[in-house]
């Protein structure tokens, strides 16, 4: 994480744990660009040795990624009423969860 040993026993705990979520965060991009670009130029060496009709689009399709993936959002709700019936349906599960215990 780049820290001279008087700056880590100086660190406070909380600050501790801000830098080694970015020094973390950091390394993840690191690699996400170096698979990215690993992954392009496999799909372009691949697609050179295809027919013009079996190319694929996108690198996704020849090497599908976690970061691909569309993030996967809560419940949406369209008006209030659907809200308040989302939320009394919680409730009711959540009080009868309770009565049994």
């Known amino acids: 994480m780049n820290m001279q040993e008087a700056e880590f026993g100086e660190m ?3 600050t501790f ?4 979520r970015f020094f973390s965060k950091q390394k993840e991009e690191e690699l996400r660009e170096r ?3 690993a992954r392009l130029q496999t799909f ?3 697609n050179i040795q295809l027919s013009v009709n079996d190319r694929l689009k ?3 399709e020849f090497w599908p990624l ?4 569309p993030a996967i959002s809560g419940v ?11 939320l009394e ?7 009868e969860k309770w009565q049994k215990d």
């Open 12 to 14: 406070r705990i909380g």
């Open 58 to 60: 996108h690198p996704s």
């Open 89 to 95: 349906r919680l409730l009711k599960a959540h009080t």
């Open 66 to 69: 976690p970061w691909d993936a």
């Open 76 to 86: 949406k709700v369209n008006s209030d009423e659907e809200a308040a019936a989302q």
């Open 17 to 20: 744990f801000l830098k080694l």
């Open 35 to 37: 698979v990215e670009i």
């Open 44 to 46: 372009h060496l691949v």
